[in-house]
């Protein structure tokens, strides 16, 4: 019954006027994300930060959790008509979804593709509100050792899982764990790393690192080749988007397949929508009648990773909330906004900030009624947003970010700081350096280097303590084995053509 | 017809491609690039598609860029060492302030050597499209930094309003050479645009020429 009142003060939460208000602009602008090729969720949500600074905490999560998983929504369009994926999560889409397109049917492809987002995005809501209070009551009882365990199972998981480079995904996340020493350390009042420099013994602003990392870099990178305007002359009406009862009887198991795979793909720390998305693609094409009608354009082929990828969405959810390890990118931006607020994400957050946290949860399901009804009638709309060209967007998007980031705290270094950063994160990206890692370091540093000297400090020393308990003897297990698998296999293929 | 979906390829796109070494690059798949494998094999028109192919392409040709990259990281790696050994000890018993930055240290400077002596052993590519792009997309990027910094130095002697301005308008004037028209109204209109979410909307103080505006 607890879960119950739970829900209902959620919803009372979320549903006052300005909240709702909020809410809806996230799930648009994260559409709007969606939909544009050359911005994604991550630019979204690091940008919005800043705007939303000065609003209280639960409504400026429940905009940036919006963005998040409205983009899920608005990838597909492209996918389908252009067979240009807006982002990373929605590039198996097209693979059906275009095909779909070219043989005269991109109404209900696109209609499905709302739908099964629609499903499985409320599917994962419902069971992040199940088992997030589970898990946040048996995390309650973790000491530093897990703490710092989980940290850094979180962060080996991400380089390991999420990264077609494993050595640079870890390169990346020890430069961020660096930059997170950077300042007054809080345990000792000694300065690190501050070259005398009076702002940095402050640290390094997480909003100028995680605003340059991703929005100005991303800019940088598309600045090189200006792209090519996409268009296309499609116009749809609400009736032509349904699917029909063939579509619904070929999709239903696709959708709900696609939901639980990203679902629970989702809540691995490093596996994200793009993930959850390619598996349950396979796995839909493993467990199909017609398996080579894969790729000529099946209705399965959209539900399935269309499902999946919002469902990774809600499931992401879940490790942040409950254990404050963030799993990708555009969480770790999330969980530094979080902590920014003033709220630490973790097992207390639900007894600390219950009305947070069932307000968010509450918000994600009318959410999730907002963006199909976005998607389904005014899906003419965002087609032809997709006139809007790069050439228009660029600007805009840099002056916000400056901005952005100078108005957080009227501070022109953190400009600096969002340049130095930009400038990185270019670097970074042309030689095939994972940004997320150096983010997910930066938020969880500061968290695993409290736990892992409080830990030490309680066991006079010994290491040991990490591996005797329990629960963080298996997630230290679980994080060895994460990070040697890469490290076995480059040894292993050292002597032909090792590819780090 | 459909356009490149590829945001990345830089400008190198005239430039020729390696082939796309398909039965190379199998030999260092971890479960994740297996899984997508499997599925992109359904898939014949992402076969070509760029998006996939160009990571194992990069793991290929970035040789030099790699061993500097390294050597940069080692360096980088001495100077956390140092500094965190001259770090004061713990007051108390326990790891004192320099404790997780002596030993982030001596981890990247492990992962740099393994990066240099992988790097090392690997044979180069047989044609190798440079990392980054020609000359022209390079002046863009740079541009664009320069505009940035310029606009970070000069915010507080110009005021938010003109610099605002006159960056966009070199954004849109210079950086994409677009035609007057264009560049004056997307400047005016971004300029109002931030000016009422940042000052009006959200009541942030945004600074002002010594002209007062």
């Known amino acids: 019954m607890e879960l119950f009142q739970n829900i209902v003060l959620g919803f009372q939460i979320a549903s006052s006027w300005e909240n709702l208000f909020f809410c809806f602009l996230g799930t648009l602008l994260g559409t709007l994300i969606g939909v544009l090729p050359g911005i994604g969720p991550t630019t979204g949500v690091a940008i919005l930060i800043p705007i939303t600074f000065g609003m209280n905490a639960t409504t400026a999560i429940i905009t940036m959790a919006g963005v998040y998983y409205g983009a899920m929504y608005g990838g597909s369009t492209t996918s389908i008509l252009l067979n240009v994926p807006g982002e990373s999560s929605s590039v198996m889409t097209t693979l059906d979804g275009y095909q779909m397109a070219r043989n005269g049917r991109p109404g209900p492809a696109l209609g499905m593709a709302a739908l099964a987002s629609f499903i499985a995005g409320t599917f994962a809501v419902l069971m992040l509100t199940l088992i997030a209070p589970i898990l946040a009551d048996f995390a309650v009882s973790f000491g530093p050792p897990e703490y710092f365990a989980l940290t850094f199972m979180g962060l080996t998981m991400v380089t390991s899982l999420g990264g077609e480079a494993p050595l640079k995904g870890i390169i990346s996340a020890a430069l961020g764990i660096l930059i997170a020493c950077v300042g007054i350390d809080a345990q000792s009042g000694v300065g690190r790393f501050t070259f005398d420099n009076l702002y940095l013994l402050d640290g390094v602003g997480f909003i100028g690192v995680a605003v340059g990392l991703f929005a100005l870099s991303e800019v940088l990178v598309n600045i090189e080749a200006p792209m090519q305007q996409i268009f296309t002359a499609a116009r749809f009406n609400l009736r032509s988007l349904f699917p029909n009862l063939q579509d619904w009887k070929d999709s239903l198991g696709a959708i709900w397949r696609g939901s639980v795979i990203g679902f629970f793909v989702g809540t691995l720390p490093g596996a994200g929508a793009t993930i959850a998305s390619f598996m349950a693609y396979a796995a839909e094409k493993k467990c199909s009648k017609h398996p080579e009608k894969f790729g000529t354009g099946v209705i399965e082929g959209v539900a399935a990773p269309e499902g999946a990828n919002n469902s990774a969405a809600g499931g992401a959810m879940v490790p942040l909330l409950t254990l404050g390890i963030p799993g990708s990118g555009t969480t770790a931006i999330l969980m530094g906004a979080l902590l920014i607020h003033g709220l630490r994400p973790g097992p207390l957050l639900f007894s600390a900030h219950p009305d947070f946290v069932w307000g968010l949860i509450a918000s994600m399901y009318i959410g999730n009624v907002m963006l199909i009804i976005q998607n389904m009638p005014m899906i003419g709309l965002w087609v032809r947003l997709l006139k809007v060209p790069y050439k228009i967007l660029m600007p805009i998007i840099i002056t916000i970010s400056a901005v952005g980031v100078f108005a957080t705290d009227g501070n022109i270094f953190d400009v600096w700081i969002m340049f130095f950063f930009g400038l990185i994160g270019y670097l970074m990206r042309k030689l095939n350096y994972p940004a997320a890692p150096m983010v997910l370091g930066l938020v969880l540093g500061p968290m695993m280097e409290m736990a892992l000297r409080q830990s030490l400090t309680l066991s006079y020393g010994n290491v040991g303590v990490f591996f005797t308990r329990p629960i963080s003897g298996i997630l230290m297990v679980v994080a060895l084995l994460s990070l040697s698998a890469p490290l076995l296999r480059l040894l292993k293929n050292r002597h032909t053509a090792p590819l780090p | ?213």
């Open chain 2, 1 to 213: 017809m459909i356009p490149k979906p590829d945001k990345k390829a830089a400008g190198s796109d005239s430039r020729p491609r390696p082939p796309t070494g398909d039965g190379r690059p199998a030999r260092g798949l971890d479960g994740i690039s297996m899984i997508r494998r499997c599925a992109i094999q359904a898939a014949d028109p992402l076969l070509t598609d760029p998006v996939f192919t160009r990571a194992n392409i990069k793991r290929l040709i970035m040789k030099k860029a790699d061993l500097i990259t390294g050597c940069i990281l080692l360096v980088l790696s001495g100077f956390v060492i140092r500094e965190s050994w001259l770090m004061p000890p713990s007051a108390t018993f326990g790891p004192g302030p320099g404790f997780l930055p002596l030993w982030m240290g001596v981890i990247l400077a492990g992962l740099a050597v393994i990066l240099l002596l992988t790097t090392w052993g690997r044979r180069a590519a047989p044609e190798e499209p440079p990392v980054f792009p020609g000359r022209k997309a390079l002046t863009a990027v740079g541009l664009v930094l320069l505009g940035l910094a310029l606009y970070t130095v000069l915010m507080a002697p110009l005021g938010f309003l003109a610099n605002t301005l006159l960056f966009v308008a070199f954004l849109m004037g210079v950086v994409q050479r677009e035609k007057f028209k264009v560049t004056a109204g997307v400047a005016v209109l971004t300029t109002a645009g931030l000016y009422i979410v940042f000052h009006v909307l959200l009541g942030i103080t945004l600074p002002r020429s010594p002209l007062g505006f």
